[in-house]
């Protein structure tokens, strides 16, 4: 049963029924969300939907405003736990709308690779695997602050909920059969943390796509990106919409400290440098040329400098990590990606930062970090039977 919620008196009932709910024991509430940010740095949120027991809801928070808060208090029930698929963005939102992190709360996408059913795995995928029925796919575009949604529009919403509880059940039975509820509990940790959703000035250079460049230029992209995020936070505005990736990457090797200098770099926007935020940018090229050489960084492929001579052991560990994930069922993007690995590398070199490995800590260093210090120590080895690649300890 779908239930329309866009007064402040509906949805006050649903969340006392809710709440009463939680009171007696543990309610499963599948959660999840639609919204816009193509034109603005923060989401918009523009639909909430959830389902437990037989009922569902759709609700409006564009019809709401403020009174959308009244579900607040469902967000941290500990007895209610709020499962999403792929749920990062959902929390994310929660997080900027209401100052909460749902908890307990529970991924079926993060699940879902922890059984072994592959990387990222798309929820009508799923839904197709475990239940042997499809949802509709035809509202993905949908413009969901448009009103009013078409009966369409609403069913292809509400069946995000409705079948995410049943996928849940059975992943939650595998798991369970698996005994990899701690894997997923250490996922979720990492997923909770109010600082994952807090945007990042200091690191925002690293969500450019960019090649090895020299010190200065990187310094100068590293000031340049944490001033074009603090502005795209400051406007509710995309980054791309303050100004390009591209056009950050030519300003931080040109180094332009006047306008008449940017108007030689070849296909700069000089609308740009007509305001207060294009005086900053060139503010920063005139400190980054002053910068002592002694005191730049070496380069913006941090990899490539702490690991220069690693490409073929990284290598042998991919391969080690594709055989511990076809051995154990489990998707290998949860198991660890190239970024783990070189920090694996470099902890074997600095053992000191081992704390900060998460392939040396908990259940990953279990099931792959342990098995990866012995190859690259020279302890085992990758042979083939004649049927299979598997791994050898040399000591057996």
């Known amino acids: 049963m779908m239930i329309w919620i866009d007064s402040k008196s509906s949805l006050a009932?649903?969340?006392?029924?809710?709440?009463?709910?939680?009171?007696?024991?543990?309610?499963?509430?599948?959660?999840?969300?639609?919204?816009?940010?193509?034109?603005?740095y923060f989401a918009e949120l523009c639909l909430v939907q959830m389902a437990y027991e037989d009922k569902a809801f759709l609700i409006d928070p564009l019809v709401l405003k403020q009174d959308i808060e009244l579900i607040k208090p469902l967000l941290t029930d500990p007895n209610i736990i709020k499962i999403f698929h792929s749920g990062r963005?959902?929390?994310?939102?929660?997080?900027?709308?209401?100052?909460?992190?749902?908890?307990?709360?529970?991924?079926?996408?993060?699940?879902?690779?922890?059984?072994g059913f592959g990387e990222s795995i798309a929820y009508h995928t799923l839904v197709e695997v475990l239940l042997k029925t499809s949802i509709d796919k035809g509202s993905r575009l949908t413009d969901w602050k448009m009103r009013p949604l078409s009966e369409h529009q609403k069913k292809y919403a509400l069946a995000d909920v409705t079948e995410l509880l049943k996928v849940y059940h059975i992943l939650h039975q595998k798991l369970m059969k698996m005994q990899r509820m701690d894997w997923i509990k250490e996922e979720t940790e990492f997923l909770l943390?109010?600082?994952?959703?807090?945007?990042?000035?200091?690191?925002?250079?690293?969500?450019?796509k960019v090649k090895p460049l020299k010190p200065r230029a990187a310094e100068?992209?590293?000031?340049?990106?944490?001033?074009?995020?603090i502005e795209a936070v400051r406007l509710d505005?995309?980054?791309?919409?303050?100004?390009?990736?591209?056009?950050?990457?030519?300003?931080?090797?040109?180094?332009?400290?006047?306008?008449?200098?940017?108007?030689?770099?070849?296909?700069?926007?000089?609308?740009i440098f007509q305001k207060e935020f294009g005086a900053k940018l060139l503010a920063i090229c005139s400190e980054v040329k002053n910068i002592p050489q002694a005191s730049l960084p070496r380069s913006t492929d941090l990899r490539?400098?702490?690991?220069?001579?690693?490409?073929?052991?990284?290598?042998?560990?991919?391969?080690?990590?594709?055989?511990?994930?076809?051995?154990?069922?489990?998707?290998?993007?949860?198991?660890g990606n190239r970024g783990d690995l070189d920090a694996l590398v470099r902890t074997i070199k600095n053992p000191s930062l081992s704390k900060d490995c998460i392939l040396l800590n908990g259940w990953r260093y279990r099931v792959f970090g342990e098995k990866a210090v012995k190859l690259i120590n020279g302890e085992s080895g990758i042979t083939w039977d004649g049927k299979s690649v598997q791994l050898v300890d040399w000591k057996n």
């Open 13 to 40: 009932n649903v969340v006392d029924e809710l709440s009463s709910l939680a009171k007696s024991g543990l309610v499963h509430l599948a959660m999840d969300t639609e919204f816009i940010r193509e034109k603005s």
């Open 89 to 115: 963005q959902d929390l994310e939102i929660f997080w900027h709308h209401f100052k909460v992190i749902p908890e307990p709360f529970f991924d079926t996408q993060v699940a879902a690779m922890a059984c």
């Open 193 to 208: 943390s109010p600082n994952l959703y807090e945007p990042n000035p200091a690191t925002a250079w690293e969500k450019i």
């Open 220 to 229: 100068a992209l590293k000031r340049l990106a944490a001033a074009r995020e």
């Open 237 to 271: 505005i995309p980054r791309s919409h303050v100004t390009k990736d591209e056009w950050l990457l030519e300003i931080a090797q040109a180094l332009p400290e006047h306008v008449d200098e940017v108007k030689r770099l070849r296909g700069m926007s000089l609308s």
């Open 304 to 335: 490539a400098a702490e690991l220069p001579v690693a490409g073929a052991l990284i290598d042998l560990l991919k391969l080690l990590l594709k055989i511990i994930g076809d051995q154990e069922k489990v998707a290998y993007k949860l198991l």
